[in-house]
């Protein structure tokens, strides 16, 4: 007995608390918001709504999953890289073969069905994981000669088989935050900045291309709509309805189950992509910022973990952990601010999504074993462990 208090008394002791904390209130506050924003939306008989039970279950169940994968040394993890970037590359060839588009957007094959479940899957969160684990392992392995032009690119092509799949498969938004993660990543480990300079002057030239072949038609209109809104006001509603409810919760807000705009579902996908209007209106600029806060809190927590992570690897994928965060926090309030366009991505920890705070949960899992196992061994040379890649061939 006295052994086992002991063993739980270490794994407690080495367990990032803060982290796991900071987590857990942010995804409870929002947690509430979605049950606010879903009430008008519960079936007769029952007590809670379908995407208030799905958020419930995604967090209880990746909580779960990140304490057990806090308990694997990341550095098992990392060495599996190769069965890692296969599953990811498997997940996305299966989106288009058996993917499903969201409602009134059957172009875009982003989900899969998880068998006579009723319950769907969007596997580019996922792969958003794994490419934070891949692309930190690729940055450690070449750092010793990072600036060569044949690593650049080479860096540069296994961030566009990502973001290019995402794309075909109509996911503008995770596209954006793979291409922010790929930008900080490389940033951090210290590419020099001609390299971005070349970088954003080849998108300058690629844009317009893409623009015409790539972009679906609901695409480009959602683009065109912040710029001239009355040409589009069907596709800008979502957008100016969740802004008008932000600005109606002034300082305070109107009171938790009590906003005008949330409460008679004027907001398509209050409770998900536009969680922020429900906070800003019920909750007024004093929620939006603790709202805000958590969220920062959380990235800063990431960083400290990975400026102390027992090697480079290690550090790479906590700051790409943060960067996602960060990603999918600009642009989903951009979006509730009309300053960015709709592109279908979630507000970490507080929109309703089951895969977005399920895989989001399996990110911070590996950022609490980078914590947890930094301290119990040397740093790891990854280029003098067996490893074998195309990148130190």
């Given at each position: 007995m006295k052994n086992f208090i002991a063993t739980l008394k270490r794994a407690v002791r080495d367990t990032d608390i803060l982290l796991l904390t900071l987590c857990i209130i942010t995804s409870t506050f929002g947690a509430l918001m979605v049950y606010s924003a879903t009430i008008i939306d519960i079936a007769e008989g029952a007590r809670f709504s379908r995407d208030f039970r799905t958020m419930v279950l995604a967090v209880s169940v990746g909580l779960f999953i990140a304490i057990v994968v806090s308990f694997i040394d990341y550095v098992l993890i990392i060495k599996a890289w190769p069965v890692i970037a296969a599953v990811c590359i498997g997940l996305m060839v299966a989106v288009f073969i058996f993917g499903v588009g969201p409602s009134g957007r059957q172009d875009a094959k982003t989900w899969l069905v998880l068998g006579s479940t009723g319950l769907y899957f969007?596997?580019?969160?996922?792969?958003?994981?794994?490419?934070?684990?891949?692309?930190?392992?690729?940055?450690?392995?070449?750092?010793?000669?990072?600036?060569?032009?044949?690593?650049?690119?080479?860096?540069?092509?296994?961030?566009a088989v990502p973001t290019v799949l995402v794309i075909i498969s109509g996911d503008l938004g995770s596209a954006l935050v793979f291409m922010l993660i790929f930008i900080a990543m490389m940033y951090l480990s210290g590419v020099k900045l001609k390299y971005f300079g070349i970088g954003a002057a080849l998108v300058a030239i690629v844009a317009p291309f893409a623009w015409k072949f790539l972009l679906k038609d609901l695409q480009k209109e959602r683009f065109l709509a912040l710029i001239n809104p009355e040409d589009y006001p069907n596709v800008i509603y979502q957008q100016k309805m969740g802004i008008t409810a932000i600005g109606a919760g002034k300082l305070t807000g109107m009171g938790l189950f009590n906003g005008r705009y949330t409460q008679s579902d004027l907001i398509p996908e209050n409770e998900n992509d536009m969680i922020f209007s429900a906070i800003g209106e019920e909750l007024g600029f004093i929620g939006c910022l603790l709202a805000l806060i958590l969220l920062l809190l959380i990235v800063l927590r990431l960083i400290n973990i990975g400026k102390k992570a027992g090697d480079r690897a290690a550090q790479m994928m906590c700051y790409g952990l943060a960067a996602m965060i960060v990603a999918h926090t600009v642009i989903n309030v951009g979006m509730c601010l009309m300053l960015l366009p709709v592109v279908g991505i979630t507000l970490p920890f507080f929109s309703a999504g089951g895969s977005s705070n399920l895989c989001l949960y399996i990110g911070i899992g590996l950022a609490l074993s980078i914590y947890r196992h930094s301290r119990e061994h040397e740093a790891v040379n990854f280029k003098l462990s067996g490893i074998r890649t195309p990148f130190t061939e």
């Open positions: 969007q596997p580019s969160e996922l792969v958003k994981i794994g490419f934070i684990i891949t692309f930190g392992m690729h940055l450690e392995l070449v750092h010793d000669q990072l600036n060569e032009l044949k690593n650049i690119i080479l860096l540069a092509l296994h961030a």
